[in-house]
């Protein structure tokens, strides 16, 4: 008996230890997995043909993208081995990975460099080893597909067009050359300028047609398609509407944004603030209509045997598969925002010195293959900057939306030098003019109780303050010394601005909107600077949304939709546009395609 009570004793003493270690063990990769920060890390390796460097980005505690930098490896077997390897690390979160058969001396060096990488992020490399070794993807079994339509791109163009043409009674095919649909569309804001909705109407804000026409044209110096745009207004309501009632995309019942050069709040907003709300109800939607999304598989070339476009050349795993298309396709491949090279080809302005906003996956790919087939594009040197991104991984800042409802921007010398509530390029073009190409956002809580900024994107806030890009302090005082401004100069502006506020006139810059005061603490202020965000030339389109050759004709069995288009924003995109875009005319493409 005695026996057993001491061996019960020893059990749970032994159990109580394990415990103990455990928790111990929790709290430690607790503490550890704190430390990662999002970022870009480059690792390096020893490849088979020498040394080996990749770019790894961390966000939120995930591999969202590797690109390589330097690689001396056999092309086609070494970079194939990599882009597959690239695809398992990015879709499973996870460096365990198999070696590409054939390859494996270039895969080892590939999961050393990007290991190193991972490991300069502080994270423990352990956070990014699935237990299990994933297996790389075989490919498609077969190297030829047939389908009705076929849609390049898996951003919201790309799959509103793919729902809309499987809604039509088609069969779908979407490719999408990352490993996961969304494209610029799931990291944007999600916001959708909707003239005559029901937010509106709630809120007696009087809206028309007619006035997003004007905004829109006026917005892009007047060089944009009339008939484009007047086509984009009279779909915004429809577009919406199904998006609610058909996708089932939630929006925001009360909310609405103003973005700069609109005059009136126009704009609604999905729930959780980003466009990944629309995407993920379009795919969700699409699988449903029997929409066969391939991912990792890129379109390299539309096919013309003579005047029709049948069908699309991509890789997938490194070998080649065709998509014929009976009815035709869709290029909705988005923008080429963070394709350098493209960008300085069509307008020098914009060379590295500018970070981006957009996604890898925006190439470009979907222009350079519609022109080879003859298409004409339009407006290609029109390239937006986002104002107010992160001065130092380029991405869009959503905490600073506190611009829209009123925060400040300033230099470094306190003052301030622009319309806040201007235009994108107006600001960015401003604020690359001061020194150092970067400004400051101030507010204090009367906008934070209107935007909610530093609330919603609660994540990114906290990012920001630790990256000591923002701090929050309970004197305009505090802030000016957060970042060596001279208080003094800085206290005047903020004073300055709230008489401003108070007369609803702004001598100095005019500021047209958002007149809100900074009097009440805590307060805050961001760091920040443009970024390249939104290629407004592409793809000449008709309202029908058929590409346009050279010679003005359309080009039978091809259309296209969203960022890979041109002539629809001119010069300068409005704030809500890009989403009212993408949705209207993937739409209209994915209706058109299914009637040839
Ligand atoms: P839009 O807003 O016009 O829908 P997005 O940037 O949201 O544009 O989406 C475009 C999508 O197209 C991205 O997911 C991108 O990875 C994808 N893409 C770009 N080039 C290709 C290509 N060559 N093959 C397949 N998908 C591509």
Redesign the pocket.
Known sequence: MMKKILQRIILGMVLLLGFVALANLNTQSVQASNKVKDGTYVGTSKGEGGTLKVAVTIKDKKITDIKTVESHETKGLGSEASEQLRAAIVAHNSVNVDAVSGASKSSEGYLDAVKSAVKKSGAPLSMFMSKKKIALSKGLKKSHYTYDVVV?????????AAVTAAENGAKVAV????P???????V?GGEFNVPGSDIQKRKGIKDSKAKFVSDTLKGGDNIADPALVNTLADNALGAYKWLKSDVGVRFHKNELLQFGGVSVPRAVVPVGGT?NEI?QKLLTKAKKLGVKVYTS????ALIKPADRITGVT?TNTGKTVTFDAKKGVVD????FAANVAMRVQYNPKYDATYKTT?????????IV?AQKVGAQLVDMKQIQTYPTSNPETGIISYVADSRFSGAILVNQAGKRFVNESGRRDDISNAIMAQPGHYAYLVWGQEVEKLGKTTKTYKKEFKTLKSDKLLYEKKSIKGLAKSFDIDSKTLVDTVDTFNGYVKAKKDPDFAKSAAFTPIKKGKFYIEKVAPSTHHTMGGIKINTSAQAINTNGQIIPGLYA?????GGIHGTNRLGGN??C??IVY?RIAGKNVTKD
């Not at 957009?358 to 979907?366: L, T």
Request: overall charge negative.
């Open positions: 390049i791109g898996g951003g919201g163009a790309g799959l509103s490719l999408e050359k990352q996961n649909v969304g494209g610029n569309t799931a944007s466009g995407v598989t890129k379109a390299t991509a909705a491949a988005g923008g957009a996604v890898a996956g925006s190439q470009g790919d979907g293959m939709a969203g960022e890979v288009t890009a989403i875009d993408i993937g």
